[in-house]
């Protein structure tokens, strides 16, 4: 079975610190692409980030990074410089090829931004 | 450009109807998948179509059906309402750009439809 762990259902951070979610998941599987999505309160899921496992190089997109450890099937998300609008669900995610192209997303964490 | 689209946006029903949620995926998506998201929880993967043809299911039961038109809408049936089917139905569509394609094609979601079922 695939799945997917965040152990932390909540999280918070003050505007402008860094913060680390993070992500572990199970499979033995070699070629799959790693997701972080984001859900803002009574609004659409978007993608935040995307990790493709064959890469080693870990992904950035602005403010957003992740480590991905392969051989720990560890796949974090750092937020650097966080905004009030970063409150939101994040949910990791990963994807294989004889899934049908399913998502395997995890709980999800719960991100707070105060002032 | 529009993005996924998804009617109603929210419904309710009773135990033993039936319902019908539509999705429309952004202009030039040829691939749809459906996904519920119970309160409190991931999304769990429900269905995919391409180009009018399942590709894959996820472990629901078969009162879960669902198709996709010829202009690569979708409709996502439910029978048999059950009170744990109340949840967010999220549809996602992706460009799947060839047979072998999927792998990490980016898929971007609608807004989703809200089933209460009473």
């Known amino acids: 079975a695939q799945t997917v762990t965040q152990s932390q259902p909540e999280m918070s951070v003050q505007e402008a610190e860094t913060v680390t979610l993070s992500c572990t998941y199970d499979t033995s599987e070699n070629n799959y692409y790693l997701f972080w999505y984001k859900q803002p309160p009574s609004r659409q899921m978007i993608l935040v980030i995307r990790q493709e496992a064959y890469k080693q190089q870990n992904a950035t997109e602005n403010r957003f990074s992740v480590n991905f450890q392969k051989a720990a099937k560890s796949f974090s998300l750092k937020i650097s410089d966080s905004q009030l609008g970063d409150t939101a669900m994040y949910f990791c995610?990963?994807?294989?090829?004889?899934?049908?192209?399913?998502?395997?997303f995890g709980k999800g964490t719960s991100l707070l931004v105060t002032p | 450009d529009a993005g996924v689209t998804q009617s109603p946006t929210h419904l309710i029903k009773t135990r033993g109807q039936q319902v019908t949620l539509r999705c429309s995926p952004i202009s030039g998506h040829k691939s749809v998948s459906w996904y519920q998201q119970v309160l409190g929880q991931g999304p769990q993967f429900i269905f995919q179509y391409y180009e009018k043809e399942e590709r894959g299911r996820g472990n629901f039961p078969d009162r879960f059906s669902a198709r996709q038109f010829p202009n690569y809408s979708s409709e996502l049936n439910v029978n048999a309402l059950l009170l744990g089917d109340s949840a967010l139905y999220l549809c996602?569509?992706?460009?799947?750009?060839?047979?072998?394609?999927?792998?990490?094609?980016?898929?971007?979601f609608g807004p989703g439809t809200r089933l209460l079922v009473l």
């Open positions: 996602a569509s992706s460009l799947l750009t060839g047979l072998t394609g999927g792998i990490g094609e980016t898929q971007y």
């Open positions: 995610a990963f994807m294989i090829s004889n899934s049908g192209y399913a998502l395997n």
